[in-house]
Protein backbone atom coordinates (compact mmCIF):
# COMPACT_ATOMS: atom_id res chain seq x y z
CA UNK A 1 0.00 0.00 0.00
CA UNK A 2 2.56 2.66 -1.25
CA UNK A 3 1.64 6.34 -0.05
CA UNK A 4 -1.52 5.66 1.94
CA UNK A 5 -1.87 3.67 4.68
CA UNK A 6 -4.89 2.38 6.45
CA UNK A 7 -5.04 0.61 9.81
CA UNK A 8 -6.49 -1.54 10.86
CA UNK A 9 -7.87 -3.77 7.85
CA UNK A 10 -10.52 -5.12 10.05
CA UNK A 11 -12.17 -3.84 13.37
CA UNK A 12 -15.21 -4.63 15.39
CA UNK A 13 -16.99 -2.38 17.83
CA UNK A 14 -18.62 -2.92 20.96
CA UNK A 15 -22.22 -1.70 21.50
CA UNK A 16 -21.83 2.34 22.74
CA UNK A 17 -18.18 2.33 22.06
CA UNK A 18 -15.95 5.16 20.45
CA UNK A 19 -13.21 3.39 17.87
CA UNK A 20 -11.13 4.96 15.58
CA UNK A 21 -9.48 4.56 12.17
CA UNK A 22 -5.91 5.45 10.92
CA UNK A 23 -4.87 6.89 7.57
CA UNK A 24 -1.32 8.07 6.84
CA UNK A 25 -0.03 9.15 3.77
CA UNK A 26 3.37 9.89 2.79
CA UNK A 27 2.49 11.57 -0.89
CA UNK A 28 2.90 15.30 0.51
CA UNK A 29 -1.01 15.60 -0.33
CA UNK A 30 -3.14 18.53 0.65
CA UNK A 31 -6.56 17.05 0.50
CA UNK A 32 -7.49 14.45 2.35
CA UNK A 33 -11.11 12.19 2.30
CA UNK A 34 -13.31 9.34 4.22
CA UNK A 35 -15.29 7.69 1.72
CA UNK A 36 -17.91 4.63 3.61
CA UNK A 37 -19.02 2.12 1.04
CA UNK A 38 -21.95 0.15 1.60
CA UNK A 39 -23.13 -2.89 -1.12
CA UNK A 40 -24.67 -1.36 -4.35
CA UNK A 41 -24.40 2.13 -2.78
CA UNK A 42 -21.05 3.48 -3.91
CA UNK A 43 -18.96 5.58 -2.17
CA UNK A 44 -20.22 8.28 0.30
CA UNK A 45 -18.29 11.04 1.47
CA UNK A 46 -18.21 11.34 5.10
CA UNK A 47 -15.77 14.31 5.58
CA UNK A 48 -12.75 15.94 4.20
CA UNK A 49 -10.01 18.35 4.77
CA UNK A 50 -8.30 20.57 2.41
CA UNK A 51 -5.02 21.46 5.05
CA UNK A 52 -3.97 21.31 8.04
CA UNK A 53 -6.26 22.48 11.06
CA UNK A 54 -9.55 22.35 8.86
CA UNK A 55 -12.10 20.34 7.47
CA UNK A 56 -15.22 19.98 6.46
CA UNK A 57 -18.49 17.71 6.94
CA UNK A 58 -19.53 15.89 3.66
CA UNK A 59 -22.92 14.34 2.82
CA UNK A 60 -23.14 11.50 5.75
CA UNK A 61 -20.74 13.36 8.41
CA UNK A 62 -23.25 12.66 11.84
CA UNK A 63 -22.11 10.09 13.90
CA UNK A 64 -18.54 10.77 13.23
CA UNK A 65 -15.54 12.65 13.71
CA UNK A 66 -12.19 13.78 12.60
CA UNK A 67 -9.34 15.60 13.13
CA UNK A 68 -6.08 17.09 11.20
CA UNK A 69 -3.19 18.47 13.40
CA UNK A 70 -0.72 16.93 10.78
CA UNK A 71 -0.66 16.73 6.82
CA UNK A 72 0.34 13.55 6.79
CA UNK A 73 -2.57 12.34 9.27
CA UNK A 74 -6.58 12.28 9.21
CA UNK A 75 -7.80 9.79 11.63
CA UNK A 76 -11.75 8.88 11.79
CA UNK A 77 -13.76 8.46 14.90
CA UNK A 78 -17.17 6.72 14.45
CA UNK A 79 -19.04 7.32 17.67
CA UNK A 80 -21.90 5.40 19.45
CA UNK A 81 -23.73 8.01 17.71
CA UNK A 82 -23.43 6.12 14.85
CA UNK A 83 -26.06 3.65 14.83
CA UNK A 84 -25.37 1.78 11.96
CA UNK A 85 -21.55 1.28 11.67
CA UNK A 86 -20.83 -1.57 9.06
CA UNK A 87 -19.75 -0.65 6.12
CA UNK A 88 -16.18 -0.38 4.46
CA UNK A 89 -14.27 2.46 5.34
CA UNK A 90 -11.97 4.37 2.53
CA UNK A 91 -9.32 6.90 3.34
CA UNK A 92 -8.05 9.00 0.03
CA UNK A 93 -5.51 11.88 -0.40
CA UNK A 94 -5.11 13.96 -3.54
CA UNK A 95 -2.22 16.70 -4.52
CA UNK A 96 -5.22 19.19 -6.53
CA UNK A 97 -8.63 18.94 -4.58
CA UNK A 98 -10.79 16.14 -5.65
CA UNK A 99 -8.70 15.31 -9.06
CA UNK A 100 -6.88 12.09 -9.19
CA UNK A 101 -7.99 10.50 -5.63
CA UNK A 102 -5.43 7.96 -4.44
CA UNK A 103 -7.48 5.69 -2.15
CA UNK A 104 -5.76 3.71 0.91
CA UNK A 105 -6.77 -0.17 1.37
CA UNK A 106 -9.43 0.18 3.49
CA UNK A 107 -10.72 -0.66 6.61
CA UNK A 108 -13.63 -3.31 7.39
CA UNK A 109 -15.64 -2.12 10.29
CA UNK A 110 -18.22 -4.74 11.29
CA UNK A 111 -20.61 -4.68 15.10
CA UNK A 112 -20.18 -7.19 17.68
CA UNK B 1 -26.24 19.29 -4.42
CA UNK B 2 -24.76 16.93 -7.17
CA UNK B 3 -26.61 13.64 -8.22
CA UNK B 4 -24.83 11.01 -10.57
CA UNK B 5 -26.47 8.08 -11.62
CA UNK B 6 -24.84 5.05 -12.93
CA UNK B 7 -25.83 2.10 -15.58
CA UNK B 8 -26.56 -0.74 -15.30
CA UNK B 9 -25.74 -2.11 -11.50
CA UNK B 10 -24.25 -5.25 -13.63
CA UNK B 11 -22.84 -6.57 -16.83
CA UNK B 12 -21.73 -9.33 -18.44
CA UNK B 13 -19.80 -9.48 -21.17
CA UNK B 14 -17.39 -12.08 -23.68
CA UNK B 15 -14.69 -11.73 -23.91
CA UNK B 16 -12.92 -9.69 -26.54
CA UNK B 17 -16.58 -7.90 -26.68
CA UNK B 18 -16.79 -4.12 -26.10
CA UNK B 19 -18.61 -3.27 -22.41
CA UNK B 20 -19.82 0.34 -22.64
CA UNK B 21 -20.97 2.04 -18.82
CA UNK B 22 -23.03 4.84 -18.69
CA UNK B 23 -23.50 7.56 -15.82
CA UNK B 24 -25.66 10.78 -15.49
CA UNK B 25 -25.18 14.39 -13.61
CA UNK B 26 -27.36 16.54 -12.10
CA UNK B 27 -25.15 19.32 -11.90
CA UNK B 28 -24.29 21.70 -14.88
CA UNK B 29 -21.53 23.51 -13.09
CA UNK B 30 -19.69 19.85 -12.88
CA UNK B 31 -16.10 20.19 -14.34
CA UNK B 32 -14.13 16.89 -13.49
CA UNK B 33 -15.52 13.50 -14.12
CA UNK B 34 -13.42 10.18 -13.40
CA UNK B 35 -13.73 6.61 -13.96
CA UNK B 36 -12.54 4.08 -11.07
CA UNK B 37 -11.61 0.57 -10.70
CA UNK B 38 -12.04 -1.57 -7.74
CA UNK B 39 -10.93 -5.16 -7.77
CA UNK B 40 -12.18 -7.60 -5.38
CA UNK B 41 -10.91 -6.42 -1.93
CA UNK B 42 -8.97 -4.46 -3.32
CA UNK B 43 -9.01 -0.75 -3.11
CA UNK B 44 -10.50 2.12 -5.82
CA UNK B 45 -7.96 3.19 -8.46
CA UNK B 46 -8.29 5.66 -11.12
CA UNK B 47 -8.26 4.57 -14.50
CA UNK B 48 -9.32 7.58 -16.79
CA UNK B 49 -10.70 11.09 -15.80
CA UNK B 50 -12.10 13.78 -18.14
CA UNK B 51 -12.57 17.52 -18.12
CA UNK B 52 -15.68 19.39 -19.11
CA UNK B 53 -13.81 21.23 -22.10
CA UNK B 54 -13.09 17.95 -23.28
CA UNK B 55 -15.27 15.56 -25.40
CA UNK B 56 -13.56 12.52 -25.40
CA UNK B 57 -10.23 11.03 -24.03
CA UNK B 58 -8.30 7.77 -24.49
CA UNK B 59 -5.94 5.91 -23.06
CA UNK B 60 -5.31 2.26 -24.94
CA UNK B 61 -8.59 0.19 -24.49
CA UNK B 62 -10.25 2.48 -22.38
CA UNK B 63 -12.33 5.45 -23.38
CA UNK B 64 -14.61 8.24 -21.70
CA UNK B 65 -17.06 10.34 -23.40
CA UNK B 66 -18.77 13.47 -22.18
CA UNK B 67 -22.00 15.16 -23.05
CA UNK B 68 -22.32 18.53 -21.19
CA UNK B 69 -25.47 19.22 -23.01
CA UNK B 70 -27.20 15.84 -22.36
CA UNK B 71 -25.04 15.63 -18.84
CA UNK B 72 -24.27 12.41 -19.58
CA UNK B 73 -20.81 10.32 -19.87
CA UNK B 74 -19.54 6.94 -20.79
CA UNK B 75 -16.97 4.75 -20.26
CA UNK B 76 -15.73 2.33 -23.56
CA UNK B 77 -13.58 -0.16 -23.18
CA UNK B 78 -12.96 -2.45 -26.03
CA UNK B 79 -11.41 -5.89 -26.47
CA UNK B 80 -12.19 -6.90 -23.12
CA UNK B 81 -9.85 -9.30 -20.99
CA UNK B 82 -10.23 -10.88 -18.09
CA UNK B 83 -8.90 -8.71 -15.90
CA UNK B 84 -10.99 -5.82 -16.27
CA UNK B 85 -13.72 -8.15 -14.20
CA UNK B 86 -13.81 -5.80 -11.37
CA UNK B 87 -16.56 -3.08 -10.32
CA UNK B 88 -16.30 0.61 -12.23
CA UNK B 89 -17.66 3.52 -10.27
CA UNK B 90 -18.02 7.01 -12.44
CA UNK B 91 -17.80 10.12 -10.34
CA UNK B 92 -18.65 13.88 -10.60
CA UNK B 93 -17.17 16.81 -9.19
CA UNK B 94 -19.36 19.12 -6.71
CA UNK B 95 -17.49 22.37 -6.42
CA UNK B 96 -13.80 22.43 -6.05
CA UNK B 97 -13.62 20.43 -3.35
CA UNK B 98 -16.31 17.19 -3.55
CA UNK B 99 -16.67 14.01 -5.81
CA UNK B 100 -19.92 12.37 -5.90
CA UNK B 101 -19.81 8.50 -6.93
CA UNK B 102 -21.98 6.70 -8.99
CA UNK B 103 -23.45 3.51 -7.68
CA UNK B 104 -21.15 1.51 -9.50
CA UNK B 105 -21.30 -1.45 -12.05
CA UNK B 106 -19.88 -4.92 -11.74
CA UNK B 107 -18.50 -6.07 -14.90
CA UNK B 108 -17.79 -9.61 -15.63
CA UNK B 109 -15.75 -11.12 -18.64
CA UNK B 110 -16.68 -14.21 -19.42
CA UNK B 111 -14.19 -16.27 -21.38
Known amino acids: DGGITQSPKYLFRKEGQNVTLSCEQNLNHDAMYWYRQDPGQGLRLIYY???????QKGDIAEGYSVSREKKESFPLTVTSAQKNPTAFYLCASSARAVEKLFFGSGTQLSVL | GENVEQHPSTLSVQEGDSAVIKCTYS??????FPWYKQELGKRPQLIIDIRSNVGEKKDQRIAVTLNKTAKHFSLHITETQPEDSAVYFC??????????FGQGTRLTINP
Open chain 2, 27 to 32: DSASNY
Open chain 2, 91 to 100: AASQGAQKLV
Open chain 1, 49 to 55: SQIVNDF
